[in-house]
């Protein structure tokens, strides 16, 4: 369906100040890191086009300032996103912690068709920093508690893992909006999947 | 005449005289003549020894001429026009003889002139309605042109003033010279600027072509009135409501576009900006005990041009409140000392604490770890704050972890640390930059709010503000959804600081400091940044998502010099506008003595409708309003007469 459509991916990274939102991003689409990005005011984004199945979509990747008392103003921002991604540093508990309200806050705010089967990925970034306050295996089964999240350990001062966890927010993104365009055209799917069913027997089966 | 002056000796000089106007309404037994076109007269009486006492002074009176009909659509321009329908009802059933009956018994239509007391007279038309204070109409009239109105209000102010009442701007009250306080309404008619243009003419003459349409002109009329009634700030939403509602009806009713009035800013004027504030001109206003002669002199000076480099980290002590502007070199001497004081007695709260007790006070420790993470990116790329183990970045730390005790309700919210660093770099003195750190925290502090309120509040100011200024921009915002200006978030949170090189925040903020020329100027500076990259913003059919961008990447771009240079000119304009809304002054805390056109007075001035005699307002504005208003539901209803 609609495959050669330009498709565009809006792509939101919320977590706790100073987790490494701005580098990540930074990282991915630009393959930079710097020791100097300013604090997130307001919001910001890029965008990077990326191959998936063949099909090129255009990610926008949008950036967000970290401090709670800024996300009243996240509504503008988060309208239409197809995947949020989630991110806590592995060496500070306190942004661990606050992953729930994260998710919960992005829930109400961004109001999605179907909260419970939206995409969600979460990364654990500075994996190249000791010591280490999260394991994996707590990062996993908190993802396992919110309906299977993915979930990458992450460095975006060394790049490990974030080129991975990108593709597989891209897909994720992609998933839900191919749902929720199907959501849209339910009448013309239907017609196009009774057509398939369908045995081809030589004869024009359409008696209309 | 005669009825009404009830002695055939008084002698009456014509203050006025109009023909061809119409009587759209007057009391119950002129109804026949609804509808006539006649002369009105404003006569007034000469005294002489004679005279009887019960000989009004002055009278308004109405001599029919002939017997017009006026079209179904005469109730264009006032609120009135309900009353009206049922009254043309009657005048079409009227025949012409019966009206010349009716002349003969009755006679010509007289109001004295001092039962008036108040006229509805609004932009849009030239109609003019008298009311008696108690919510009676005593007469109505459609004066053949906007001239001859204005020569008729002209006139009666020579022993009237006509004050506007503070909800219905086209509704005045009418304070003769018996009545206290008429002396101290100083304010004219001309000033009132009661200008109309042609279009109730060319308006009537639509509306007769188009009878059948008749209905929908209904609604144009429920638009004025919701214009009239709804806050400034609602306007311009309740205007792109009507307007999308009516263009939805068809493609015919485009006819039917929601009439306002058109509105010109006056001229944009250019106030170049100065040479900034020099060692010599400051010297020259201390006096011998060191204190600054005139103080407003020095403001405007720093407005105009900002401050000299060498003279700034004096000057930024007094326009942040470090020091008192009338202080002398003696009493500042002292305050170095015990403020220096104070700063080390707050910092020793927390340089004392044990890790012990850190790890108890987590409200503190993760305070303190984001004040770290924050100073540690803060203007890293300038030299002063580069480097490893760099001591200024030490001391933006210490400073704010001093301040988070000094303010501990308000804690450390981000985009503090890029208020305090051009302040700390420009004064390099811990103490000092403390002090007035916390002297611009107390200007910007709701900025922080936990709920955000004064952020979204300024937002929503600033986007008034365009609408004043460039509607055609503002409505493109409205159209992208867009109107909410979230993409001027950065911009007023931090005062352009993250927009701006260092020596340019230093240039705007000590210019916002001064606080000329009026309240919030920084939202104007926005505005001029706004008007001045207008074309880009609404090229290409730009969303919210490529103007934050647009907006994101001006960093670095800005001529802050002419950006300050235009939104001076903008505050100008603003301030001269004859339509200057009571929400744009209040935003910009323009005075309404300040300000020139038609306006009403601000709630605690003090007017003559406190004396006891006069008909109160506000009762009196109400009990107008009832008629049209359900007051239970707030909605609309119409109300025709039996």
Known sequence: MASNKKVLLKVIILGDSSVGKTSLMNQYVNRKFSNQYKATIGADFLTKEVTIDDRTVT?????????????????????GADCCVLVFDVTAPNTFKSLDSWRDEFLIQAAPREPDNFPFVLLGNKVDLEPRAISAKRAQQWCQSKNSIPYFETSAKEGLNVEQAFLAIAKNALAQQNQTVDLYNEFPDQIKLSNAQRPNNGADACGC | MDDIVGDKNAKFKELYNQDGVFLRQAGEMYTPMFGCTGSLYLWEHISDAESKPEVPSRFLEWRPQDFVELKTALDEGSEEWTLIESVKKRCRTSSGNMVKDFLNS??????????????????????????????????????????????????????????????????????????????????????LDLKTDSSFWSLLKNIKSNPYEKSMEAFAKVTGYVYNSVDDEEHYMAQDDLQRSISEIGDDASA?????????????????????????????????????????????????????????????????????????????????????????????QWTTFSKEQEDNFSDFSQRKSLIEKDVNRTDRVLDFYAGENNYNIFSLNNILLTYLLYNFDLGYVQGMSYLLSPIYMLLRCEVEAFWC?????????????????????????????????????????????????????????????????????ARLWEVLWTGYPCKNFHLLIGVAILEHERDALMGDNNGFTEILKFINELTGKLDINLMINHAEGIYHQIKDADHLTDAVRNILGIPVAEASGLQSKPEDDRSPRKGVSEPDEIEFEKSIYSNFLSSSTGRLVFLFRP
């Not at chain 1, 990610?59 to 309208?79: N, P």
């Not at chain 2, 010279?177 to 309404?185: Q, R, T």
Request: neutral net charge; proline residues 4%.
């Open chain 1, 59 to 79: 990610m926008q990747i949008w950036d967000t300032a970290g401090q709670e008392r800024f996300q009243s103003l996240g509504v503008a921002f988060y309208r």
């Open chain 2, 106 to 191: 009755i006679g010509n239509l007289n109001v004295c002139f001092s039962n008036i007391k108040s006229l509805r007279c609004s932009k849009h038309d030239v109609l003019t309605t008298f009311y008696d204070g108690s919510c009676e109409l005593l007469a109505s009239f459609v004066f053949p042109t906007s001239e001859s109105r204005e020569h008729f209000l002209g006139t009666i102010q020579a022993f009237v003033r006509l004050q506007p009442t503070r909800r219905d701007k086209s509704l005045f009250i009418v304070y003769d010279a018996a009545s206290p306080g008429f002396k101290d309404l100083e304010k004219s008619f001309a000033a």
């Open chain 2, 256 to 348: 039917y576009a929601v009439y306002d009035i058109p509105n010109c800013l006056p001229m944009r004027v250019d106030y170049p900006r100065c040479n900034p504030l020099t060692r010599e001109q400051w010297r020259a206003q201390l006096n011998g005990e060191g204190q600054l002669e005139d103080v407003e002199s020095i403001k405007t000076l720093i407005f105009r041009g900002g401050i000299s480099p060498d003279i700034r980290r004096v000057v930024w002590k007094f326009l942040l409140g470090y020091y008192p502007w009338d202080s002398t070199e003696k009493e500042r001497h002292a305050l170095d000392i015990s403020k220096m004081e104070s700063y080390y007695k707050i910092k020793m």
């Open chain 2, 437 to 505: 750190f916390v002297g611009f925290m107390k200007q910007v502090m709701s900025n922080f709010d936990y709920d955000q309120n004064a952020m979204k509040e300024q937002l929503k100011s600033m986007y008034l503000l365009v609408n004043f200024i460039d509607p055609q921009l503002s409505k493109y915002f409205e159209d992208h959804e867009c109107a909410n200006m979230y993409f001027c978030f950065r911009w007023l949170l931090v005062w352009y600081k993250r927009e701006l090189q260092q020596d340019e925040v």
